[in-house]
């Protein structure tokens, strides 16, 4: 697994912590170590000491979101405070500071006409693509849209976690096993209404919403991932030159678009942002106000006056600041 002069370290500190992380977590400590070893294969190290040179040199290698960076020297770190327990010299690197260095990507209105158009004339070509994705796609994109939810959530809703006399939907069980009241304007809730006709779903009113055509399951988001990937790709909507904390086109961005768009009206409705940002994280299901901040960062070129107001208020809750974990 480990090959450089300290491959037997490696290897007995990767088995205790295996005993302490998830499966996910572990794949990713993994990952670290093993560049870390491929780093240390090309160094001429003697096997008691590590010295600053080659930590410092090491750093410089490191890359991605100042986030992922940070997480990356962690876990060296601990691996570093590991061999000084074993009586090896080396130095500890300085953990770097985090920015929120994330941004998103937001559709054009040009480029949401596109996607519609083309979400509503597929026409089913690939015998092992799920029969029901023809009718359920053109509504889950729209309800990304009309009302911010999660692609994984939205499969997974049932016919009793629709309320059409009220246009409310029920989220159960979400990220961060949260639930939450999402009304829909009366035209999603009408679309809605009108596919669940289409499909027959009305009889069964404790199944899925969006039921797989294949199996007694409701239809996956990988295959509702798979279908949009192929309209972008026909409508030539991508992100050049997209640097690694650049979120690409993708489903997830109709999260926030649904974010942006809803501060743009409160704002010209003239409505207090004091009241509408806590009400938008509500219904987006977020923890804090601090999260929704990131959902609403767009193109200071494309969106000036927003930028400009949205920019004062959350100043003044979330003073930057630069800091160590």
């Not at 990952?31 to 000491?49: A, P």
């Not at 023809?134 to 976690?161: H, N, Q, W």
Request: glycine share 4%; proline share 4%.
């Amino acid at each position: 697994m480990f090959n450089s002069i300290y491959a037997k370290e490696l290897e007995q500190y990767y088995t205790l912590r295996t005993s302490a992380l998830s499966t996910s977590a572990a794949k990713h400590e993994l990952c670290y170590l093993k560049r870390f070893d491929v780093y240390l294969c090309n160094q001429h190290l003697e096997k008691d000491k590590i010295p600053e040179k080659i930590i410092n040199e090491w750093l410089k290698t490191v890359r991605g979101k100042s986030s992922s960076v940070e997480n990356e020297v962690i876990v060296i770190r601990q691996f570093l405070k590991y061999l000084q327990s074993s009586g090896i010299s080396t130095h500890l690197p300085v953990i770097p500071k985090v920015h929120d260095d994330y941004v998103p990507y937001l559709f054009s209105d040009e480029e949401l006409d596109k996607i519609f158009t083309s979400a509503d004339n597929i026409v089913q070509k690939d015998k092992k693509a799920d029969p029901n994705l023809v009718m359920a796609f053109p509504v889950i994109i729209r309800l990304l849209y009309c009302c911010g939810l999660r692609i994984g959530e939205t499969v997974r809703l049932k016919l009793s976690d629709v309320d059409f006399d009220t246009g409310t939907l029920y989220m159960l069980n979400t990220k961060g096993d949260k639930q939450r009241l999402v009304p829909m304007a009366d035209s999603m809730t009408e679309i809605l209404q009108k596919y669940c006709f289409a499909m027959g779903l009305l009889i069964d009113t404790g199944g899925w919403l969006f039921p797989s055509g294949r199996k007694n399951c409701h239809i996956s988001d990988v295959s509702v991932k798979h279908r949009f990937e192929s309209i972008l790709k026909s409508n030539e909507i991508q992100l050049d030159n997209r640097q690694k904390y650049e979120r690409g086109p993708c489903l997830h961005c109709f999260r926030h678009v649904f974010a942006f768009k809803s501060f743009a009206q409160a704002e010209r409705a003239g409505r207090s942002l004091d009241d509408a940002i806590p009400y938008l994280s509500i219904y987006l299901g977020h923890d804090s106000l601090n999260e929704t901040s990131k959902y609403l960062k767009f193109s200071s070129e494309m969106f000036p006056k927003a930028v400009e107001i949205f920019g004062a208020f959350m100043e003044d809750l979330f003073p930057e600041v630069d800091y160590e974990a």
